[in-house]
């Protein structure tokens, strides 16, 4: 089955710079990517998400790359904000009725006033 | 458009007991999947259904069972319950299983504690 690494487990950044989160995952069959983040007591939320169709993809401050050569994918946050701070998962999964979505282990990032 | 509920939000229980937690997908969501989630072992797949129809299952005992009703509401049982069952467990639901409309939207989760 598939198997998702996530890299590094804990990140601290100070407001303004650049957070950088990377996953590799296992089988290439794989063909959609989400990314949620998870604040302390809530429920993970979707915040970006991209197919194997494209190299990458932005929505304001956050983006995500995929190299489907490499089998790993990033997310990239950029002027980050305390708000950003947060346990943030990547995911991987195939198309096809059997496929489940995989979760990396997670990324505790802390954005320092 | 009202998001995915899961009720009970807490649930505090004794090893040997069984318990049942629901789930209501978001409106016109056909997929509900389950995880389990603790601090040591991150987000783990349960089961998926869709259609009333278990359509994956991960590694977990026999314990921990679901079922998908027509309305695609979703139930999910563990019997025997063990102290290493304590856990949030989230269900997720999406428009489909497979194919472009796969995006997962999560609910509160149940938090479970067995003494």
């Known amino acids: 089955g598939e198997n998702v690494e996530q890299h590094p487990s804990t990140l601290s950044v100070q407001e303004g710079d650049s957070a950088v989160i990377k996953c590799t995952y296992s089988d290439s069959a794989s063909n959609y990517f989400p990314w949620y983040k998870q604040e302390l007591g809530k429920r993970p939320q979707l915040i970006i998400d991209i197919r194997s169709n494209v190299g990458e993809k932005k929505d304001q401050r956050i983006a995500v790359t995929l190299n489907k050569t490499a089998k790993h994918f990033s997310l990239h946050i950029t002027e980050t904000q305390p708000e950003d701070s947060a346990v943030y998962f990547c995911?991987?999964?195939?198309?096809?009725?059997?496929?489940?979505?995989?979760f990396g282990s997670g990324t505790q990032l802390t954005v320092l006033p | 458009k009202a998001g995915v509920t899961q009720t009970p939000r807490y649930l505090i229980k004794t090893r040997g007991q069984q318990v049942t937690l629901s789930c209501s997908p978001i409106?016109?969501?056909?997929?509900v999947s389950w995880y389990q989630q603790t601090p040591g072992q991150g987000l783990q797949f349960l089961f998926e259904y869709f259609s009333e129809t278990q359509r994956n299952k991960g590694n977990f005992p026999g314990r921990f069972s679901g079922r998908q009703f027509s309305n695609s509401r979703s139930e999910m049982n563990v019997s025997t319950l063990e102290l290493g069952d304590s856990a949030l467990y989230l269900c997720?639901?999406?428009?489909?299983?497979?194919?472009?409309?796969?995006?997962?939207?999560f609910g509160p989760g149940t938090r479970l504690t067995v003494t």
């Open positions: 997720a639901s999406s428009l489909g299983v497979a194919g472009i409309k796969r995006e997962q939207y």
């Open positions: 409106s016109g969501h056909r997929s």
């Open positions: 995911a991987a999964r195939a198309s096809g009725s059997a496929r489940q979505l995989t």
